[in-house]
């Protein structure tokens, strides 16, 4: 049985992992209640993505999540997981016009959450925004391949980085967030050969999502593995059916309601005898 953690998982531990080779497991969480299994698990590391939008609001873009619903669920994550190192993801919109408002708006993230990290999807033309900051004392993980924030430009979800020139394009982003500052990298859906130049070429953690096993650490959406989304990408295959156990349960409920076996008197609440003979009296 795993215990959970002891003490806080933080970047340098992560920095620490890669120097070893180990690899760290980071998983999306949304809610208090899910992060509590997650700091029982010992999971070490928690992004509470724009996925958000997909899983938790039923968007088929993550584009219309709003800055303020990321925040609480972010801060709502970080009471139930204390000692993760947490990673808030900013929403679109929020830091890809006036640089100014992108850093009040990473601030108010991380004073209102608790966050250790905030994660922005980026191209080269960010670097100035990430240094800016990382000067002001901000952690910030570049995610870079596949931005799903950027899925109208994209044409699609199609996995980035499929020619060499794609490729040297994510390799020279990666470079450019390295010297702006980042304090780690995501790699959204790119080949293996990409993702292993990237880590050839950067001394910052890693984190792949769909990017193949030369990142330092690997993170996918909780629902894709838990068995709770209908069409999982071929990264993430289920690793549990959680959808038959919620089945189970809703199920017996309006069964149990349907058959009188619920609610029995012993989950009610008792009346003290004096006051409920005084009731009785009253409706005769
Ligand atoms: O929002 C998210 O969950 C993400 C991961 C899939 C990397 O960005």
């Not at 800055?67 to 801060?75: G, K, Q, V």
């Not at 794609?166 to 990666?174: C, G, L, N, Y």
Request: glycine share 10%.
């Amino acid at each position: 049985m795993t215990q959970p953690l002891k003490s806080r998982f933080t970047l340098n531990d992560l920095r620490s992992a890669r120097s070893l080779g180990r690899k760290i497991p980071m998983l999306t969480c949304y809610d208090y209640t899910t992060a509590r299994l997650m700091h029982a698990a010992a999971v070490p590391s928690l992004l509470v993505g724009d996925s958000a939008a997909n899983v938790i609001l039923g968007h088929d873009t993550t584009l219309p999540i709003s800055l303020d619903f990321l925040i609480e669920l972010t801060a709502a994550v970080r009471r139930g997981a204390p000692l993760a190192l947490l990673v808030g993801d900013m929403p679109f919109g929020s830091y890809q016009g006036d640089p100014g408002l992108g850093c009040e708006n990473v601030f108010k993230m991380v004073k209102q959450t608790g966050c250790d990290c905030v994660k922005l999807e980026v191209t080269p033309d960010h670097a100035p925004l990430v240094k800016r900051l990382a000067d002001a004392g901000v952690a910030v993980m570049a995610h870079l391949g596949l931005r799903p924030q950027s899925v109208n430009v994209l044409g699609g979800y199609r996995f980035q980085g499929r020619s060499v020139g794609e490729a040297q394009h994510i390799i020279q982003a990666a470079q450019r967030m390295t010297d702006a500052g980042a304090s780690a990298l995501l790699l959204e859906a790119v080949p293996n050969e990409v993702s292993a130049a990237v880590v050839a070429r950067t001394n910052l953690p890693v984190i792949g999502c769909g990017a193949g096993p030369a990142c330092d650490g690997h993170v996918v959406v909780l629902h894709d593995i838990a068995g709770l989304t209908p069409h999982q990408p071929r990264f993430a295959p289920p690793i549990g059916d959680l959808t038959s156990a919620w089945q189970k349960v809703l199920q017996k409920y309006v069964q149990d309601i349907d058959s009188g076996q619920y609610p029995l008197p012993q989950h009610g609440y008792e009346m003290p005898l004096d006051q409920a003979k005084i009731l009785a009296g009253l409706q005769q």
